[in-house]
């Protein structure tokens, strides 16, 4: 064999071995994501749905329960994936020359955002809706009970389903443009994070006005904004009101609910727990601690909207502003932050703190509080919809953070296709919307939450003073 053979030879066997160890990698990644997930999916199962007396039904619940956790699993690898991409570029640039990362490139880098599309396409179009029509599915009349009686009706009911949407895609494609099959069925893809992205834009502001509350509830605050004695005085009145109702039924004339009465006493009584924890705090817990988290809070949210105020900006006077795909991952050449290093970071920590406030604004929205999963009390059909939800919206991140202006990383592999990003006044208005819609929901919530502590303060809630919204009472009431 001749020299050139010989080096064609090298160079297909080195690039048989780095897709080798591309995808170890990959499968490595995705079983830490897999277990952690499965752990935190059976601290929330109902534990009698499968310990049943019907063994068929437990099974089915097993096998929903594995599908949930694929795609919950493939929903935390869309958040990371952007994090971990902006990272892996400043690796790359301060240690290109380092042995020990040259696992670490562009390669497996598209090649991670080439499976976290594949897999969640995979988990939305198919496996998500296998796990409900099976956990819903009896089998056929006549046939004989078992689980693949249960996989036969669900697959046929699948069947149906993409007819169905078949049926109405074809009838759209007619209506609205001949070419719609070929241009945007490919990229069906593009229509849910598009939704995902809405739900972004809606979730994301009511989460940063809500982590203020929750931040205020979870940490002991100092003694001018709260009094705790006062607190533990109220729970000890009512839990003592309380039992001595159920102690004296017949004091009351009026029928009453015993099992209300005890899991009212049993909140009191985890309730006056808690308080007692908070008045044990030390002085650095109270006077430090909340300061310090609402600092922090108010310092990332005020980023946030500053950076996509700049964003607009740029959007306003530079087009290279706009979202864009790369189908080359061109990693480790330059820094995605005019800051370094540090900017890069302050970039990784907005993503993450965005994520979790559209979370927590998801949960908090009156259209999905039934759907907040309960402690070991959470039926099969809402951890498929909790994880259904979840993917919607962690696979929009990546797109959600970009056309924010988060990060100057262009979107890899197929989530640059998407058909919108290059429409310029769907991505100005939406940072537009954005940047007003967090302002909203902050000063109201700032205004109210300041009001309200004030108020409490200086004690005039004890005041017999008429509450806002409500219409005084009359004179005839007054008088009688």
């Known amino acids: 064999m001749e020299a050139a053979d010989y080096e064609l030879l090298s160079v297909r066997e080195q690039l048989f071995h780095e897709k080798v160890r591309e995808c170890i990698i990959s499968t490595l990644l995705f079983a830490t994501l897999y277990i952690l997930c499965h752990i935190a999916l059976t601290r ?8 049943t007396a019907d063994d068929e039904d437990a099974t089915v619940n097993k096998i929903a329960l594995e599908l949930c956790t694929f795609t919950l699993a493939v929903a935390l690898g869309a958040v990371l994936l952007l994090p ?5 570029n400043e690796v790359l640039l301060s240690l290109s020359r380092n042995y020990y990362i040259q696992w670490l490139n562009g390669s497996l ?4 955002w080439n499976l976290v599309f594949l897999f969640s396409n995979l988990s939305l179009i198919f496996l998500m809706p296998f796990a409900y029509f099976f956990t819903e599915s009896e089998g056929f009349a006549g046939s004989r009970k078992g689980v ?3 996989v036969y009706e669900t697959v046929v009911m699948l069947m149906f389903l993409t007819l169905l949407v078949l049926g109405m895609v074809w009838v759209a494609s007619a209506i609205v443009d001949n070419n719609f099959w070929e241009y945007y069925l490919p990229y069906l893809y593009s229509c849910i994070s598009f939704l995902g992205v809405l739900l972004l834009l809606v979730c994301t502001p009511l989460g940063l006005a809500r982590m203020f509350s929750v931040t205020g509830k979870l940490l002991v605050k100092p003694r001018l904004l709260e009094d705790l004695e006062e607190q533990l005085h109220c729970s000890a009145f009512e839990e003592a009101a309380l039992t001595r109702r159920i102690c004296n039924p017949t004091s009351c004339w009026l029928p009453l609910d015993m099992e209300l009465l005890h899991r009212q006493v049993l909140a009191l009584q985890t309730q006056r727990v808690l308080l007692e924890k908070r008045r044990k705090a030390s002085a650095w817990q109270r006077n430090l601690g909340y300061p310090l988290a609402m600092l922090c809070l108010l310092v990332l949210t005020g980023l946030s909207v500053l950076t996509v105020a700049i964003h607009i ?13 790369m189908q080359g991952a061109s990693l480790g050449q330059v820094s995605f932050s005019k800051l370094g290093s540090f900017g890069a970071v302050v970039q990784v920590v907005l993503i993450f703190y965005l994520m979790v406030s559209s979370v927590m604004g998801f949960y908090s929205s009156p259209l999905f509080w039934g759907l907040r999963p309960r402690w070991h009390d959470t039926a099969m059909t809402q951890i498929i919809g909790n994880c259904v939800c979840l993917l919607v919206l962690s696979s929009a991140l990546p797109v959600f953070s970009r056309t924010l202006g988060l990060t100057r990383l262009d979107l890899l592999g197929d989530f640059g296709r998407f058909n919108w990003l290059g429409n310029f006044y769907i ?15 902050l000063v109201k919530t ?7 502590e004030l108020i409490r303060a200086f004690g005039l809630d004890r005041l017999p003073l008429p509450v806002s919204g409500f219409p005084r009472a009359s004179r005839k009431t007054q008088h009688q």
Do not use: Q, W
């Open 84 to 88: 971990f991409s902006i990272i892996s």
């Open 109 to 112: 880098i598209h090649g991670l």
């Open 427 to 441: 991505v100005f208005l939406y940072n537009a919307a954005f940047a007003g819609l967090t302002t909203l929901c």
């Open 148 to 150: 693949l009686a249960r």
């Open 446 to 452: 700032f205004t109210a939450a300041v009001r309200a």
């Open 313 to 325: 900006l740029e959007l306003l006077i530079d087009e290279a502003a706009m979202p864009r795909g």
């Open 44 to 51: 929330f199962k109902k534990p009698a749905e499968f310990t």
